[in-house]
């Protein structure tokens, strides 16, 4: 497979010699990382040290693409305008496979260590460019050919051969369109912003994307109309000049349907020329001087961006040092503060439940049939605000639990070297932490959202709420947190009970909830059972604090 893969690369050897492309450097440069591709685990087990189960990672991700072309070819079905179904199609491949790339290649688009032997040689940055270009490239085109398989047939008995024709070049498009602009963005900020900052973008474009991804996924259909949009066509709109799937939907009514208005031919031209410019800003312009900057990510050098020694902490720290008892918890809570900071891998896994829970909510709470307003009188006469409040305890339950874990988890023998009498206090410190960097703000809006839904009278009820998470709050840190801040690998997050203790948690806030719920109608037994909560949530705070050293597995 590789080899056909670089004599079709080879194919265009004119065209990458007119850009200042090398060709046998290329080739040389392209089959040694189509040969490293095969011994690197990529999507979902990057953790496996099975060796079996890391041979069958090609076989699983190919399955699943397969399975996603499927989901999406029906909209070709649904829609009875087919371009307009193409592009529905082809903006959700695009996101995938934009996705993917920022997700699984990033650390391939910035690996510099094949420059530790290229650069030594005399191989120009022209090369070195195209060549990564060309390596995500061809191994996108295996997944991309698992997933295109059943709309290739679906076109193939509907449109015949020229159909499948015109279909090819739309999906070659969009290759292209995507991996050139995933290239120009990451090259633009290497040009505009320092090399400390490179990396901490890059992470926050992973969360939004998948903030995006399970954002559109559920609620997509339930503030669109469907069943208009089915006979709708989505190319008269002007917005779509701006969206890539329909300049490469435009083609199709184009060459296919035989109409020929300007917009369709504009936008049409747009999908055929967008990539050769990409391609041309990317090695006449951006590609100056990428090898060196690849190279100054890992080297550290004095292009990076220098931190603020004296920079003040923030209102939120503030008032979380205010929570510490001692010393010791107030450092604590400072230490844990900047390490959740810091730390990619903890944000990369934290981040994106901060959005997922009110999306979620927002899911279920429109569940009803009618048009917005509606659904909203509808929300307004529920009490689907008892959902909401307990909604928000994985807003704190999530950061909390992660502290716990940390990439590079080997630099916690500094707890041993310290003399910390009860490293329970740790424990607070990142109770402390979580509470107030994620918990309190995101509730605080939740808050305001109950308000102006269902007005002053769940304001109570929210009360009540908060004392029974930060009560749930102090279960979890007595039953689960069974390892000092940031001292355990990530690998070791995924083992044995916690499945078991995930389903404990469920029960155990399932209970509170319930109980909450059957009292809501009384508002002085909310505030008595506020006072109550808030009374043994401080009697096992102390309890934490008083923590001994083999409570903890570390």
Same mark, same amino acid.
């Given at each position: !497979? $590789?080899?056909?893969?670089?004599? +079709?690369?080879?194919?265009?050897?004119?065209?990458?010699?007119?850009?200042?492309?090398?060709?046998?450097?290329?080739? /040389?440069?392209? =089959?040694?990382?189509? #040969?490293?591709?095969?011994?690197?685990?990529?999507?979902?087990?990057?953790?496996?040290?099975?060796?079996?189960?890391?041979?069958?990672? $090609?076989?699983?991700?190919?399955?699943?693409?397969?399975?996603?072309?499927?989901?999406?070819?029906?909209?070709?079905?649904?829609?009875?305008?087919?371009?307009?179904?193409?592009?529905?199609?082809?903006?959700?491949?695009?996101?995938?496979?934009?996705?993917? #790339?920022?997700?699984?290649?990033?650390?391939?688009?910035?690996?510099?260590?094949?420059?530790?032997?290229?650069?030594?040689?005399?191989?120009?940055?022209?090369?070195?460019?195209?060549?990564?270009?060309?390596?995500?490239?061809?191994?996108?085109? %295996?997944?991309?050919?698992?997933?295109?398989?059943?709309?290739?047939?679906?076109?193939?008995?509907?449109?015949?051969?020229?159909?499948?024709?015109?279909?090819?070049?739309?999906?070659?498009?969009?290759?292209?369109?995507?991996?050139?602009?995933?290239?120009?963005?990451?090259?633009?900020?290497?040009?505009?912003?320092?090399?400390?900052?490179?990396?901490?973008?890059?992470?926050?474009?992973?969360?939004?994307?998948?903030?995006?991804?399970?954002?559109?996924? *559920? +609620?997509?259909?339930?503030?669109?109309?469907?069943?208009?949009?089915?006979?709708?066509?989505?190319?008269?709109?002007? @917005?779509?000049?701006?969206?890539?799937?329909?300049?490469?939907?435009?083609?199709?009514?184009?060459?296919?349907?035989?109409?020929?208005?300007?917009?369709?031919?504009?936008?049409?031209?747009?999908?055929?020329?967008?990539?050769?410019?990409?391609?041309?800003?990317?090695?006449?312009?951006?590609?100056?001087?990428?090898?060196?900057?690849?190279?100054?990510?890992?080297?550290?050098?004095?292009?990076?961006? %220098?931190?603020?020694?004296?920079?003040?902490?923030?209102?939120?720290?503030?008032?979380?040092?205010?929570? =510490?008892? $001692?010393?010791?918890?107030?450092? =604590?809570?400072?230490?844990?503060?900047?390490?959740?900071?810091?730390?990619?891998?903890?944000?990369?896994?934290?981040?994106?439940?901060?959005?997922?829970?009110?999306?979620?909510?927002? *899911?279920?709470?429109?569940?009803?049939?009618?048009?917005?307003?509606?659904? @909203?009188?509808?929300?307004?006469?529920?009490?689907?605000?008892?959902?909401?409040?307990?909604?928000?305890?994985?807003?704190? /339950?999530?950061?909390?639990?992660?502290?716990?874990?940390?990439?590079?988890?080997?630099?916690?023998?500094?707890?041993?070297?310290?003399?910390?009498?009860?490293?329970?206090?740790?424990?607070?410190?990142?109770?402390?932490?979580?509470?107030?960097?994620?918990?309190?703000?995101?509730? #605080?809006?939740?808050?305001?959202?109950? #308000?102006?839904?269902?007005?002053?009278?769940?304001?109570?009820?929210?009360?009540?709420?908060?004392?029974?998470?930060?009560?749930?709050?102090?279960? !979890?840190?007595?039953?689960?947190?069974?390892?000092?801040?940031?001292?355990?690998?990530?690998?070791?997050?995924?083992?044995?009970?916690?499945?078991?203790?995930?389903?404990?948690?469920?029960?155990?806030?399932?209970?509170?909830?319930?109980?909450?719920?059957?009292?809501?109608?009384?508002?002085?037994?909310?505030?008595?059972?506020?006072?109550?909560?808030?009374?043994?949530?401080?009697?096992?705070?102390?309890?934490?604090? %008083?923590?001994?050293?083999?409570?903890?597995? $570390?």
């Amino acid at each position: !497979m $590789n080899k056909f893969l670089l004599k +079709l690369v080879a194919l265009f050897n004119p065209f990458w010699r007119s850009l200042g492309v090398d060709t046998k450097q290329l080739a /040389a440069i392209l =089959g040694s990382k189509l #040969l490293m591709d095969q011994r690197r685990v990529k999507g979902f087990g990057n953790n496996s040290k099975n060796e079996k189960k890391q041979k069958n990672q $090609n076989t699983t991700n190919l399955l699943l693409y397969f399975i996603m072309g499927v989901f999406l070819m029906t909209t070709f079905v649904q829609f009875e305008h087919l371009p307009t179904g193409m592009t529905l199609f082809f903006s959700a491949w695009m996101v995938l496979l934009i996705m993917t #790339l920022i997700t699984d290649f990033t650390e391939v688009l910035i690996d510099v260590r094949d420059n530790y032997i290229i650069l030594p040689q005399p191989v120009n940055d022209r090369t070195v460019t195209i060549s990564r270009i060309l390596h995500v490239l061809l191994y996108l085109s %295996k997944l991309a050919f698992a997933f295109m398989i059943p709309s290739v047939i679906y076109i193939i008995i509907k449109y015949g051969w020229l159909g499948i024709l015109i279909f090819g070049l739309q999906f070659s498009l969009s290759v292209i369109i995507a991996i050139f602009f995933v290239n120009l963005v990451y090259l633009i900020i290497l040009n505009v912003t320092s090399i400390a900052r490179f990396k901490e973008i890059i992470g926050y474009f992973q969360i939004a994307f998948s903030i995006l991804i399970f954002g559109g996924y *559920y +609620l997509l259909p339930r503030l669109l109309d469907f069943e208009q949009l089915q006979e709708a066509n989505v190319l008269e709109n002007p @917005i779509t000049y701006l969206l890539p799937s329909a300049w490469i939907a435009s083609i199709w009514e184009v060459l296919i349907n035989g109409i020929f208005q300007t917009n369709y031919i504009i936008m049409s031209v747009l999908a055929l020329i967008t990539p050769v410019l990409f391609l041309i800003l990317i090695i006449r312009v951006l590609a100056k001087q990428f090898s060196q900057k690849m190279m100054a990510i890992t080297a550290g050098n004095s292009t990076q961006r %220098k931190e603020k020694k004296d920079k003040k902490p923030s209102l939120l720290l503030k008032f979380a040092l205010r929570l =510490g008892k $001692n010393q010791q918890e107030k450092a =604590g809570i400072e230490w844990i503060w900047k390490m959740m900071q810091r730390s990619r891998d903890y944000k990369l896994r934290v981040y994106p439940s901060l959005a997922f829970i009110p999306m979620f909510f927002v *899911y279920m709470a429109f569940t009803e049939e009618g048009t917005l307003g509606e659904k @909203i009188v509808a929300l307004q006469a529920s009490d689907w605000y008892i959902v909401l409040i307990y909604f928000c305890v994985m807003l704190f /339950a999530t950061p909390f639990l992660s502290t716990q874990y940390n990439e590079k988890s080997k630099t916690a023998w500094i707890f041993h070297t310290l003399p910390i009498r009860q490293p329970g206090a740790l424990v607070m410190s990142a109770f402390w932490a979580s509470l107030v960097k994620f918990f309190i703000p995101t509730y #605080l809006l939740m808050l305001a959202t109950g #308000l102006s839904i269902w007005g002053i009278k769940v304001l109570d009820d929210f009360l009540l709420g908060l004392m029974l998470i930060l009560l749930f709050g102090v279960i !979890m840190a007595m039953m689960l947190y069974e390892h000092l801040p940031f001292s355990e690998s990530w690998k070791n997050q995924a083992k044995g009970g916690n499945f078991v203790r995930n389903i404990f948690s469920v029960f155990v806030i399932s209970l509170l909830g319930l109980a909450h719920y059957s009292i809501s109608d009384f508002t002085y037994m909310v505030w008595s059972a506020t006072i109550l909560v808030a009374s043994i949530f401080l009697f096992a705070v102390e309890s934490i604090r %008083k923590k001994e050293w083999q409570s903890f597995k $570390n």
